[in-house]
DNA sequence: CCTAGATACGTGCGTCTGCACGCACTGTAG
DNA sequence: CTACAGTGCGTGCAGACGCACGTATCTAGG
């Protein structure tokens, strides 16, 4: 196989893959009676912050959509009751999104499934050595479109059109 | 690392990699002032069958769309005179959709940059042994989720539902 | 103090996407 | 020929998504 077409076969598994892998994992999510993977990845990122808070332009930046559908997702989670929203002290135009109570239970009530999921329609068909070069490979693909690396204290990552559309 | 990590790191950086080198590469053919990466994949489908002309189920079978996305799409690349529909002699209900010249055309003039923003973006960052195992999991993953493998000559290819569900 | 530019949000609007449904056609049984 | 289940399409509608824009706040400079 010529490196051309390596390339474009490797790129369109990719596709071809998440697109599988994702809509089953949903779809597990979804049987088992839990929160919807958007909700889930949500949930999870406030739940690693520290203060179970974070800032919309934070947490946009640590799921894969943009600030705008954040600031609507966290809406539909705050009427669900998973979160609410903060003021910061510290800026007046800054506002937190901050897991409760029932969003932890929420969000460890669905990390089975999701797990699962991960594992049964992706994972399981890769060896460990095979997880641990897609990971690798794939972060230096996220890493190049990244220039600001550490999110931390990056005020800059502008998520542009998703996939979505 | 524990495996469980392990594994959703992977996944993780399928997700994110997968999203920041489409969108880049989305980006690239736009600037280029080619068709979107959704027409591409169409155009591209139909050169490569024979005749040029896909049924439509089958060639929501062949992107990663569903085959009411399809249609839709069809109408968009028929009004850019880039495709013409044609009934199928032989099924009343099938309809083709046909490349034109212009879609030919079209398609040509767009692959350079599709492939570069693919190298740029993408395959640039993976080193050959690594473009062979990702192609090679990631193949795996997929054909879990395609119990009816063999689109290639099969006639009697069961596409069930679409990916779109 | 006031003014100007940058930043963090939220919202109106349009696009992309797919499900549920209905129509047209096929083919099999009676 | 008629009746009925199965298949291939297209469309109404609703959800997901992000851009462009407006608002409130912060910061720099006079």
Redesign the pocket.
Known sequence: MAEDELEIAAWRSLLLAQNAALRAIEARLAAAGQV?L?WYDVLLELDAAPGRRL????L?ARV?????????????LVRAGLVC?AP?P???????AVLTDAGRDRLRAAAPAYLEGIREHFARHLDPGELRTVRDALDKVTAAHRPLARIQAS??VR???????
């Open positions: 919807p958007t800032r919309m332009q934070e946009a894969v959509l943009s600030r705008t559908r954040v600031s609507r997702l966290v809406d539909e929203r910061d510290d800026d007046g135009r800054a506002a937190f005020p800059a998520p542009g059109r998703g996939p979505g559309g």
